[in-house]
Nanobody, 127 residues
Framework: QVHLVESGGGLVQAGGSLRLSCQVS????????VGWFRQAPGKEREFVSA????????YYADCVKGRFAISRDNALSMAYLRMNSLKPEDTAIYSC????????????????????WGLGTQVTVSS
């Protein structure tokens, strides 16, 4: 059974930093693309970042580019999202997701692409 568990969320002041973690079990982690998505109250879930299994290819939403950094440790089956220069508009529930890339045309920024999801961790940025 596949499990994804996020941690590291919390309350931080604007300009601060947080590092989110995603512990994955039940699959061959190194073969899976991992994505981070977020959902703010009253808004649709949106793509934040994704990383391919080899860790060499990363993708970011324009709104977080230059502030967030995604990484992974395949030996530990962990993925991370380092968030710097946080803004109040970054407040949301952040969830990690995983998918086995069956084709070269993986739409990494679409939530529907992903097969497995964690429950999420709350990030609140105060102004």
């Amino acid at each position: 059974q596949v499990h994804l568990v996020e941690s590291g969320g919390g309350l931080v002041q604007a300009g601060g930093s947080l590092r989110l973690s995603c512990q994955v079990s039940g699959l061959t982690f190194s073969r899976y693309v991992v994505g981070w998505f977020r959902q703010a109250p009253g808004k649709e879930r949106e793509f934040v970042s994704a990383i391919r299994g080899n860790g060499m290819n990363t993708y970011y939403a324009d709104c977080v580019k230059g502030r967030f950094a995604i990484s992974r440790d395949n030996a530990l089956s962990m993925a991370y999202l380092r968030m710097n220069s946080l803004k109040p508009e970054d407040t949301a529930i952040y969830s990690c997701a995983a998918v086995f890339p069956r084709s070269s045309g993986l739409v990494y920024y679409a939530a529907s692409t992903y097969d497995y999801w964690g429950l999420g961790t709350q990030v609140t940025v105060s102004s």
